[in-house]
């Protein structure tokens, strides 16, 4: 017992004995270099791995602009005014204005009547549904964002345009045929229907996100409203559309990231053939969006066509990177003011 | 509701027409109707081999990469680059599916030369779930009690096998219902295939192959609606889809009732 | 047998307050020195340095807050694993600084095993992997040896004859009681030198908690055990040596008997009265 124990804790660098370094640098360096453990790996590993979507979106940017340059090389900033979409060889001829406004106005139909429904249904959720209802109501919407765009197109075309001529075209351009934006026959194989779907698909988003909003309302602002003699809808008004307000804008811009994304569901109701005929004068012309267009030629395009193709997608990939980091933006906010987490 | 139910009644009352042992065991063809006209018959299960070697080869893809990614946001993420990486994640999440196509197309199809093939779809739908099977990750872990953690790091476990066997462990349910939802939706994706896979009536011999997925099929018989019995077949695909993807989902919802909100509501 | 006086003397620093040593000749097992630890700009331990012996019970009391946690987080460097934690000063566990340059904190950790104030068992994981987790995770396969282990520290952990027949079941199927002794067994299967207790008991009824102090003083044949406690009656129940800490500072550190009957400082006099606290 007189012998003093000598503990060995197991070092990293015992496999190399310590070397008197010449200068700092190295010496901090050699001692990274000997620390490195298995740990360092895996954090190396992760991090390299969780870069990924950096690269990603990086080198989707890099394909996109060189994939254009061609287009832009030729055109200039005309393609982003022209109308004119000639692929006939010898006279080619590319502007991408009328599917700009074509995305612009689907979404933004899609945003106005969406945003209204998706309201309606965050409020019934977070403010006046029974508790029992709750939960199954939320699950319907869930199961509504799990079907596939290609069906809401399928059934868009094949069911839901007719009730839209029917019902809503035919009086709006009997009666309101003078107005601009209602010329034309009632053929549902257009704008307005693809706008119309799109309102429909992005339901799910916008409503859950804007109802998570709500429910992050302190319930004592609710009672707040309570306390000053408040009506339920002045409460809802008041207490929680103002205080959510900016997670619910949220929402709105991310269901507009999607309604601008949306490819296949516009593609199959849209109804529209390129070129300048197909400016969205009114909704019930048939319309081409930027990305019913990629879709629809992508796979025949060649040379200087293809590059216009990829002119149509770095426009869209800026609209969605700003749309969505706009978006994002407002609901990150939103959440950690209301979760009580400063930074 | 009405739109949910509508296309569910839809879907059933003019799929199920079309369903029969041909119309899912056999490959597309098209017959002379007695009155001279030709006829879409034959079935889809080109289609639907398709989709399931896309999702399988998506999944395989995808869910190692995003749990080892979720991982990072949830261990590592708590700084300045971590909050950017989760940030454009989200951003990704919500990026239009077409450019994904003209990404992998790009890169893929022409680039390094593999052509039309269902590597290069599962490639391009693995870069749209990547970023969901990230966060559900990420969510799941951080359900994770940080007693847990601190009971595996006391034992005098490496970061990394704490994370893998015990982390990873307790969070596995929630990391198997976002990889199921994920897998889910991604089934369903049609417009980055367009770019990517080509199309194929035969069964599939190589995932360098081209290949047939539902939702391509859906969108194609829809524009040959002149083609007699298309439409008929296109509902029948469509049923098929709806099928697939309702019940993956219902199964995990119902599995999973009341549990992993944080998780379901990324996806 | 001379060790603990010579490193006594080394460690004698300026500011340190003269420790009452009263069996100067047996080995001490960890000590710190002069050891301080922040959360943040939060400075929760000042100049802690404290002397904890071989194959006894040494038990730390203080009011809520006073870094009593903190401090046996230090000793096995767990602290550190909270975001912006800083430690300073040194604690040796033997003769070796675990914050030495160099020295992995994992390896502390499978010197010095810890159990928490609530029960944690690993969720997914059965009563015999629950044990079998560190040996296992630290690359034991030899089933034999992981079979003997198991039995070996449920048994330390007096929870063998409960749990013999279903070692398959859940962990967190278990009582409460049965629950902190399966972490406790869990600890106990890497055969750690020193158990390190973060208030054990605090969330257990006072049965499981008589059977959790019988099992402590039985593991000091083989084990050192520092015990974090609320409880002073169960600090004087179970310990053989008992620090005071107040505000992050060691405001007296003797043998337990002592330190009850006659406290040297005035604060600890009024903290065992309940003047305050």
């Known amino acids: 017992m007189g012998l003093p124990r000598v503990s060995i804790l197991a070092t990293t660098e015992e496999a190399a004995p310590a070397k008197r370094a010449e200068d700092k640098v190295s010496d901090t360096f050699l001692q990274k270099l000997k620390g490195f453990s298995s740990d360092d790996l895996f954090e190396f590993l992760a991090t390299s791995i969780g870069s990924l979507v950096l690269v990603i979106l990086i080198v989707t940017s890099v394909v996109l602009t060189r994939g254009s340059l061609a287009v832009f090389g030729k055109f200039g900033f005309g393609f982003l005014t022209g109308t004119d979409w000639n692929t006939s060889l010898g006279s080619e001829s590319y502007g991408a204005l009328p599917y700009i406004l074509g995305t612009l106005v689907t979404a933004g139909i899609a945003i106005s009547v969406g945003i209204l429904i998706s309201l309606g249904i965050a409020i019934f959720l977070s403010e006046m549904a029974p508790s029992f209802l709750r939960s199954p109501l939320s699950q319907v919407i869930e199961l509504l964002a799990a079907v596939p765009s290609v069906i809401y197109g399928f059934w868009g075309l094949f069911v839901f345009r007719f009730w839209v001529r029917d019902y809503l075209e035919t009086p709006l351009s009997t009666y309101l045929g003078w107005i601009p934006a209602f010329h034309g026959t009632a053929t549902g194989y257009d704008i307005l229907t693809a706008g119309l779907v799109l309102s429909i698909m992005i339901i799910p988003t916008v409503s859950s996100v804007s109802k998570e909003t709500m429910m992050a309302v302190p319930s004592s602002q609710r009672e707040a409203a309570y306390s000053i003699g408040a009506t339920r809808w002045e409460v809802v008004k008041l207490g929680v559309l103002r205080y959510g307000r900016s997670g619910i804008f949220g929402a709105a811009i991310l269901g507009l990231g999607r309604a601008v994304g949306e490819t296949m569901a516009v593609t199959m109701v849209i109804g529209g053939t390129p070129g300048p005929y197909v400016l969205p004068t009114s909704l019930l012309k048939g319309g081409v969006t930027l990305s019913s267009l990629i879709a629809t030629e992508f796979g025949d395009a060649t040379g200087i066509h293809l590059s216009a193709l990829f002119g149509l997608g770095i426009v869209l990939f800026l609209f969605a990177l700003v749309i969505n980091v706009f978006a994002r933006l407002m609901v990150w906010r939103v959440f950690k003011v209301t979760g009580g987490i400063v930074e | ?267 | 047998m001379t060790l603990g006086i010579q490193v006594d003397k080394e460690l004698k620093a300026e500011n340190t307050k003269p420790i009452l040593i009263s069996r100067p000749v047996e080995p001490l097992k960890i000590q710190t020195d002069k050891l301080n630890a922040w959360f943040g700009n939060n400075h929760v331990l000042r100049d802690v340095s404290l002397r904890i012996k071989e194959n006894h019970v040494t038990a730390i009391i203080g009011p809520s807050g006073c870094g009593k946690s903190t401090l046996i987080r230090c000793m096995n460097r767990m602290h550190e694993l909270v975001p912006q934690a800083k430690v300073s000063g040194a604690v040796l566990l033997d003769d070796a600084n675990v914050y030495a340059k160099g020295v992995d904190p994992v390896s502390v950790r499978r010197k010095i095993g810890m159990v928490f104030q609530k029960p944690n068992p690993f969720p997914t994981m059965s009563v015999y992997d629950n044990v079998a987790a560190g040996l296992k995770l630290n690359g034991e396969r030899d089933h034999a040896r992981l079979d003997r282990a198991v039995k070996r520290s449920l048994d330390l952990a007096f929870l063998w004859e409960e749990v013999k027949h279903e070692l398959d079941k859940s962990g967190s199927s278990l009582s409460g009681g049965q629950q902190q002794r399966l972490c406790i067994a869990r600890a106990l299967a890497v055969e750690p030198e020193v158990l390190l207790m973060d208030e054990p008991c605090s969330a257990l009824d006072p049965i499981a908690t008589a059977k959790i102090e019988e099992l402590i003083t039985n593991l000091k044949d083989q084990y050192t055990v520092v015990i974090v406690t609320h409880n002073m009656q169960q600090a004087a129940r179970v310990s053989d040596y008992t620090a005071f800490l107040y505000l992050g500072q060691l405001i007296e550190y003797g043998d337990t008997t002592n330190l009850f009957e006659n406290p040297k400082e005035e604060l600890t006099e009024r903290y065992l009265t309940g003047k305050f606290g």
Not at chain 2, 108 to 114: A, E, S
Request: with cysteine; glycine share 10%; hydrophobic share 50%.
């Open chain 2, 1 to 267: 509701m009405i739109p949910l139910a509508s296309i569910l009644f839809e879907v059933v009352r003019n799929g199920a027409t079309a369903l029969s042992v041909q119309f899912l065991t056999g490959t597309p063809a098209l017959v002379t109707l007695p009155t001279g006209n030709a006829a879409l018959a034959g079935g889809i299960a080109v289609s639907i081999e398709g989709t399931l070697v896309l999702m399988g080869l998506t999944a395989v893809i995808a869910v190692p990469i995003g749990l080892l990614a979720g991982v990072y946001l949830a261990e590592f993420g708590d700084n300045r680059f971590g909050r950017s990486i989760r940030f454009l994640n989200d951003v990704l999440s919500e990026f239009p599916s077409i450019v994904i196509g003209i990404l992998v197309y790009s890169i893929l199809v022409v680039g390094l030369r593999v052509g039309f093939s269902a590597f290069a779809g599962g490639v391009a739908l693995s870069i749209i779930m990547l970023p969901i099977v990230t966060r559900t990750t990420e969510e799941s872990i951080k359900l994770v009690p940080r007693s847990v953690r601190d009971a595996a790091m006391a034992l005098g476990i490496r970061k990394w096998r704490a994370t893998i066997s015990v982390v990873l462990s307790t969070a596995r349910s929630g990391v198997v219902t976002g990889a199921l939802l994920s897998v889910a939706r991604i089934s369903g994706e049609s417009a980055p295939l367009l770019l990517t896979i080509g199309t194929s009536s035969y069964f599939l011999s190589g995932l360098n192959q081209q290949v047939d997925a539902l939702p391509v099929r859906i969108f194609l018989l829809s524009s040959e609606n002149y083609v007699s019995g298309a439409q008929q077949q296109g509902w029948g695909a469509a049923l098929i889809l709806i099928v697939l993807v309702l019940c993956l989902n219902l199964a995990v919802r119902i599995a999973t009732r009341g549990k992993y909100g944080a998780v379901r509501s990324r996806i």
